[in-house]
T-cell receptor, first 113, second 117 residues
Framework: GAGVSQTPSNKVTEKGKYVELRCDPI?????LYWYRQSLGQGPEFLIY????????DSGLPNDRFFAVRPEGSVSTLKIQRTERGDSAVYLC???????????FGPGTRLLVL | AQKITQTQPGMFVQEKEAVTLDCTYD???????LFWYKQPSSGEMIFLIY??????QNATEGRYSLNFQKARKSANLVISASQLGDSAMYFC??????????????FGQGTILTVHP
């Protein structure tokens, strides 16, 4: 079956602009996660959705970052007033339920100039 | 304190030989899970193997096995009969069951494995 998909695969933007990153989880998976991976580092947790609600958003670095999952499937990570330090690969993962194995998408590589 | 520590930035192995990638963890939660993921140069994180804290036996998945030593808080990945396609970055990760963060994975810094022909 289809895995986790993320769009766009690459995004180049200018400092101060707004960006949206999309994640389409594996069909039937109720849990969805966003991580951020800087070059040469392991992924860092941002936010976890169980269904439509954010069960844990403790990893969001500041209020410029926001994520939604309005129908319990597709999720959008939104970054306002982007900064050069936001440049990273944003990874999305999903799992059947919150305590099960997470399967990752290919990531969106964000570059803020 | 680091929750997941991978002390080997890089490892080299000859094709067809076995290799062990080290991972130690730190948690006070009695219920947790340990994962290994592979990340090739293409960037996608590929799940390899899982070990639960209450599992009595070490996990195995094909050529991958997890050497789980609970008292030492280590969860080393063993890859047998290495193949050229095993060359990649490998991450150890932990999920703790306590509180609202039970869905969250905490990753180590990773180990780059290079398999030589």
């Amino acid at each position: 079956g289809a895995g986790v998909s993320q769009t766009p695969s690459n995004k180049v933007t200018e400092k101060g602009k707004y960006v949206e990153l999309r994640c389409d989880p594996i069909s039937g998976h109720t849990a969805l996660y966003w991580y951020r991976q800087s070059l040469g580092q392991g992924p860092e947790f941002l936010i976890y959705f169980q269904g439509t609600g954010a069960a844990d958003d403790s990893g969001l670095p500041n209020d410029r970052f926001f994520a939604v999952r309005p129908e319990g499937s597709v999720s959008t990570l939104k970054i306002q007033r982007t900064e050069r330090g936001d440049s990273a690969v944003y990874l999305c993962a999903s799992s059947l339920r919150g305590y099960e194995t997470q399967y990752f998408g290919p990531g969106t590589r964000l570059l803020v100039l | 304190a680091q929750k997941i520590t991978q002390t080997q930035p890089g490892m080299f192995v000859q094709e067809k030989e076995a290799v062990t990638l080290d991972c130690t963890y730190d948690t006070s939660d009695p219920s947790y899970g340990l994962f290994w993921y592979k990340q090739p140069s293409s960037g996608e994180m590929i799940f390899l193997i899982y070990q639960g804290s209450y599992d009595q036996q070490n996990a195995t998945e094909g050529r991958y096995s997890l050497n789980f030593q609970k008292a030492r808080k280590s969860a080393n990945l063993v890859i047998s009969a290495s193949q050229l396609g095993d060359s990649a970055m490998y991450f150890c990760a932990m999920r703790e069951a306590g509180g609202t963060s039970y869905g969250k994975l905490t990753f180590g810094q990773g180990t780059i494995l290079t398999v030589h022909p």
